[in-house]
Every structure is written in structure tokens, then in C-alpha cells.
T-cell receptor, first 115, second 114 residues
Framework: DSGVTQTPKHLITATGQRVTLRCSPR?????VYWYQQSLDQGLQFLIQ???????AKGNILERFSAQQFPDLHSELNLSSLELGDSALYFC??????????????FGPGTRLTVL | AQSVTQPDIHITVSEGASLELRCNYS??????LFWYVQSPGQGLQLLLK??????LVQGIKGFEAEFKRSQSSFNLRKPSVHWSDAAEYFC????????????FGQGTELSVKP
């Protein structure tokens, strides 16, 4: 158990809908990262937040957005869902109190199925 | 362009045999290197990491990896594989000038024969 929690574990929804994935980082970690794992793209970095502020962006679609709240939990919002958004979404967290690279610890993931 | 390559998509070894999983990276900045393991239906568990210092690093579950800058490689090894090691293994890199973004290889699926 990494100490990173994600809810829900599974999510089944229809095309065009909107969903919210939630992540709670390890105690004391200030940075949260979101990754998408799909069969065709593999593991892809989406976005990073540090202490409430966006710090880095990867190949995140405009239909996707995220935020980190004052209690440091994070939410990833996916809207206008398409079949191709079906994937495993991971959250990771790290201490990251400086600009130096840090170890990221991953949650169990949320499996999203879009029908 | 930044890339991480794991040349072997699938490897099968016999239980008790040694294992080496290959990982190569390309880019000019300082690499910070990781190996993660993913069991079916599970999240990613950190096996080991290399930031600096001794180029041979020890990890959990009896795994080790060696950083070879001249070959741009960070291969994962285990002297004797157990059936419970069957999983997918990911090599990942953070480049020193790219913030916290982990770039993953495609993964190597390990099967263990009894």
C-alpha cells in the first residue's frame, strides 16, 4: 500500500458524459500527478500540481481538467467523454519541496469505461 | 526527443532462472531513473531508483539495476526469479530539466514457467 488513495476504483459511463476522479496523496506529500494508461498509448503523463498550483502539463486534452485543493487532494475532471477515453487513470504523489526530481508513489488507479 | 525504450515486450523465464530486463533512454539532460512493477489489476509499485552515486542500486524483492551512462541504459536484474515475480515491469525516467514528468517505457511483461 503506497498511501495514495483513489476513488472510485471503477467507473462506467456513456459517451458525452462528465466524470470526476479523486485522489488523496500520501500524508506530507505536496505534489500530485495524473497519468493515463491505455493499451495504445501506454502510460502517459497528464498533469502535475504542487501545493495547489499547476506545475507541469503533458498530453492532456482540453476536455480534461484538474485541480488540487487546500487539503492537497486532487480531482481530475473528464468531460464530453469519448470511447477512446476508456483507460486506467493513475494518481501519484511526491514530497517535492524543491525543483529536484523526486520519487512518485502511485495509487491503485481508477478504471474508466466509456460505453 | 525524450524517449524510453524497453526492447522486450514479453519475456518468459523458468522459476529459479536469472532475469535481465532491458531499458534504454535517449535525451541529453541528466536522467533520474526508476523501475516500477505492475501486477494484474494493481497499481504501480516502485522497485528501485537511481539519482546519483553508486551506479549499481538495490531494490525491493531482490531486484537490482545498473546505470551505464555510456550505453544510456538502466537494466533490471534478479539472480533467481520466483513465480510471484510474474507481472509487467516499467522503466521510467525524469529528465533533470523537465520537472516531475515521468516518461515511461512501453513495459515488459514477465511470465514465469514452473
Amino acid at each position: 500500500d503506497s498511501g495514495v488513495t483513489q476513488t472510485p476504483k471503477h467507473l462506467i459511463t456513456a459517451t458525452g458524459q462528465r466524470v470526476t476522479l479523486r485522489c488523496s496523496p500520501r500524508s506530507g506529500d505536496l505534489s500530485v500527478y495524473w497519468y493515463q494508461q491505455s493499451l495504445d498509448q501506454g502510460l502517459q503523463f497528464l498533469i502535475q500540481y504542487y501545493n495547489g498550483e499547476e506545475r507541469a502539463k503533458g498530453n492532456i486534452l482540453e476536455r480534461f481538467s484538474a485541480q488540487q485543493f487546500p487539503d492537497l487532494h486532487s480531482e481530475l475532471n473528464l468531460s464530453s467523454l469519448e470511447l477512446g477515453d476508456s483507460a486506467l487513470y493513475f494518481c501519484a504523489s511526491s514530497r517535492r519541496q524543491s525543483n529536484a526530481p523526486d520519487t512518485q508513489y502511485f495509487g491503485p488507479g481508477t478504471r474508466l469505461t466509456v460505453l | 526527443a525524450q524517449s524510453v525504450t524497453q526492447p522486450d515486450i514479453h519475456i518468459t523465464v523458468s522459476e529459479g532462472a536469472s532475469l535481465e530486463l532491458r531499458c534504454n533512454y535517449s535525451y541529453g539532460a541528466t536522467p533520474y531513473l526508476f523501475w516500477y512493477v505492475q501486477s494484474p489489476g494493481q497499481g504501480l509499485q516502485l522497485l528501485l531508483k537511481y539519482f546519483s552515486g553508486d551506479t549499481l542500486v538495490q531494490g525491493i524483492k531482490g531486484f537490482e539495476a545498473e546505470f551505464k551512462r555510456s550505453q544510456s541504459s538502466f537494466n533490471l536484474r534478479k539472480p533467481s526469479v520466483h513465480w510471484s515475480d510474474a507481472a509487467e515491469y516499467f522503466c521510467a525516467v525524469i529528465w533533470g530539466n523537465q520537472g516531475g514528468k515521468l516518461i515511461f517505457g512501453q513495459g515488459t511483461e514477465l511470465s514465469v514457467k514452473p
